[in-house]
């Protein structure tokens, strides 16, 4: 198994402009999760979904944030229009429906200039 | 949301046994403790988890205490692998309330 494929592994972007950052969860998983991590708030939930239904979306920061899952094997986060504190690493992670295990991604360093 | 409090930082040279504290005063009978670790550069993994009783893997030990209110992962040899930061996790709740949320971690050191 690939595990849960993130891409781009980077992205340096303009203030203003729309960034679109893509998931594939393992196959089989139901459920998949969005978190974003800074160094000074650390690693926030931002929204999850389960059989691709978004379930909470409580920590999504702003409107210019919006997530979709159009189907069990993609997501996407889109952010629009970006902002220099929208610099971060984002993760997603994906897991079967009460397994125990998350499984995460390598992220996404988005970089916002 | 029950919450969970870890030392910010330890330290411990190779090959040497880790215990890992974590305090959940507030735990619900429901609620799992798991264990995750970021290594540098990389995304959350994985460690362990447990309800009432101790547990082992391949990776680690999870001592919980008898009332529930603290645990503490065990990595029985240390290597220079294991640096990175390992947080403490309580899961449970409804379908609904099932996500994780991770606090501010342990960050382990660990020297040759």
């Known amino acids: 198994d690939a595990g849960v494929i993130q891409s781009p592994r980077h992205e340096v972007t303009e203030m203003g402009q729309e960034v679109t950052l893509r998931c594939k969860p393992i196959?089989?998983?139901?459920?998949l999760f969005w978190y974003r991590q800074t160094m000074m708030r650390g690693l926030e939930l931002l929204i999850y979904?389960?059989?691709?239904?978004?379930?909470?979306d409580s920590g999504m920061p702003e409107d210019r944030f919006s997530a979709k899952m159009p189907n069990a094997s993609f997501s996407t986060l889109k952010i629009q229009p970006s902002e220099p504190r929208d610099s971060a690493v984002y993760f997603c992670?994906?897991?079967?429906?009460?397994?125990?295990?998350?499984?995460f991604g390598s992220g996404t360093r988005l970089t916002v200039v | 949301d029950a919450k969970t409090t870890q030392p910010n930082s330890m330290e411990s040279n190779e090959e040497e046994p880790v215990h890992l504290p974590c305090n959940h005063s507030t735990i619900s009978g429901t609620d799992y403790i798991h264990w995750y670790r970021q290594l540098p550069s990389q995304g959350p993994e994985y460690v362990i988890h447990g309800l009432t009783s101790n547990v082992n893997n391949r990776m680690a030990s999870l001592a919980i205490a008898e009332d529930r209110k603290s645990s503490t992962l065990i990595l029985h040899r240390a290597t220079l692998r294991d640096a990175a930061v390992y947080y403490c996790i309580l899961r449970g709740g409804t379908y609904n309330t099932d996500k994780l949320i991770f606090g501010t971690g342990t960050r382990l050191q660990v020297f040759p």
């Open positions: 992670a994906s897991r079967q429906d009460r397994s125990y295990g998350y499984t």
């Open positions: 979904f389960n059989n691709n239904v978004p379930i909470d």
């Open positions: 196959s089989g998983h139901n459920s």
